[in-house]
């Protein structure tokens, strides 16, 4: 596949998992650990696909969803949000936001975010 996506997720145990899961998979997963640095990371590599929390330190995940949604360089890159929040007005407003799925971490395996990952990048 030789596809790369963009983490944007401050548990770094979660990163460190799903990277050994992707790489089998001949995904590249980027890192970034808060959102100031995933925003900026978003911007310099243009990854396939992003992967996002919402709860994150610096700059909070719907600030990032909406800067990268108004960028015309990145708004067209497939966004999975990845949180903990599982209220019904987080999910409505990440999708009107322009997010292309909302996956509850507590909801999920990792291999079924991986084949949500899978699916996202190969419609």
């Known amino acids: 596949m030789g596809k ?20 089998i998979e001949n ?10 640095e995933g925003l900026k990371k ?6 396939d696909l992003i992967l996002l929390d919402l709860v994150l330190p610096k700059l909070h995940g719907f600030d990032v969803l909406k800067k990268i949604k108004e960028d015309e360089e990145l708004r067209e890159i497939p966004l ?27 909801s999920y395996t990792l291999m079924e975010i991986v084949k949500k990952i899978k699916e996202t990048l190969n419609p």
Do not use: C, M
Not at 5 to 19: G, N, P, Q, W, Y
Not at 27 to 36: M, Q, T
Not at 42 to 47: G, I, L, R, W
């Open 80 to 106: 999975i949000i990845l949180t903990n929040l599982e209220g019904v007005d987080e999910v409505e407003k990440a999708l009107e936001l322009g997010a292309t799925t909302y996956l509850a971490k507590s």
């Open 27 to 36: 995904i590249e997963l980027l890192s970034a650990f808060d959102g100031e």
């Open 42 to 47: 978003a911007q310099e590599t243009k990854p």
């Open 4 to 23: 790369n996506i963009l983490f944007i997720e401050d548990e770094r145990a979660l990163h460190k998992s799903l990277k050994e899961i992707l790489e």
